[in-house]
């Protein structure tokens, strides 16, 4: 399995952004769609976003689309989450994670996918 380290999560004032990375070690990451997710208290982990492994596919919540944008660079072993226009209700610990598919291929099913960060944490303040 890869070993994946998500970064750059912190407090941030409502409208504001952040940029979120996640790094992967250990297997060739260019295999893996790979996809963002988080998790608030007292909630079930919700897919946020997702990429294909060509990077020319994406997907996004109902929640995050328009706000929120996925990349990754093969070279770097890394997958990216911009958010703009934060809101409160963002407030919770993201992950990364990766699931093997096909080159232009999607998972949007959290039960696919088997390799995970620990997570990082977004707050908003109001």
């Known amino acids: 399995q890869v070993q994946l380290v998500e970064s750059g999560g912190g407090l941030v004032q409502a409208g504001g952004s952040l940029g979120l990375s996640c790094t992967a070690s250990?297997?060739?990451?260019?295999?893996?769609?790979m996809g963002w997710f988080r998790q608030a208290p007292g909630k079930e982990r919700e897919l946020l976003a997702a990429?294909?492994?060509?990077?020319?596919?994406?997907y996004y919540a109902d929640s995050v689309k328009g706000r929120f944008t996925i990349s990754r660079d093969n070279a770097k072993n890394t997958v990216y989450l911009q958010m703009n226009g934060l809101k409160p209700e963002d407030t919770a610990v993201y992950y990364c994670s990766g699931t093997v598919r096909n080159w232009n291929s999607l998972s949007y099913r959290s039960d696919d996918y088997n390799s995970w960060g620990q997570g990082t944490q977004v707050t908003v303040s109001s």
């Open positions: 990429i294909s492994r060509s990077g020319a596919n994406t």
């Open positions: 250990g297997r060739t990451f260019s295999i893996y769609t």
